[in-house]
């Protein structure tokens, strides 16, 4: 059985920082290209970064400069570094295979606000 499980997020200063993790059982990060998404109220939810299994990395225009991607294949573990946070960044963030997705976890909630 796969299980995602996103954690670290939390209310936050603008221009504060948060490091989110992502933890799966039952599927080998590995093996895929993995992806943070975001959803937030009212909206659909969009792929903000990826990275592949040779470490290639994508970003979201909106995101790229202030976030980093990046993934510990030993354990099993995917990040999201976040610097520079701004109120539209608000919302829960999720991670999963870019291309064979998995049944989504719980998300992380991401508040930025004064």
């Known amino acids: 059985q796969v299980q995602l499980v996103e954690s670290g997020g939390g209310l936050v200063q603008p221009g504060g920082s948060l490091r989110l993790s992502c933890a799966g059982s039952?599927?080998?990060?590995?093996?895929?290209?993995m992806g943070w998404y975001r959803q937030a109220p009212g909206k659909q939810r969009d792929l903000v970064a990826r990275i592949t299994n040779g470490g290639s990395t994508i970003y979201q225009d909106s995101v790229k400069g202030r976030f980093t991607i990046s993934r510990d294949n030993a354990k099993n573990t995917v990040y999201l570094q976040m610097n520079s946070l701004q109120p539209e960044d608000t919302a829960v963030y999720y991670c999963?295979?870019?291309?064979?997705?998995?049944?989504w976890g719980q998300g992380t909630q991401v508040t930025v606000s004064s």
């Open positions: 999963n295979a870019v291309v064979f997705k998995r049944p």
């Open positions: 039952g599927i080998i990060f590995s093996s895929y290209t």
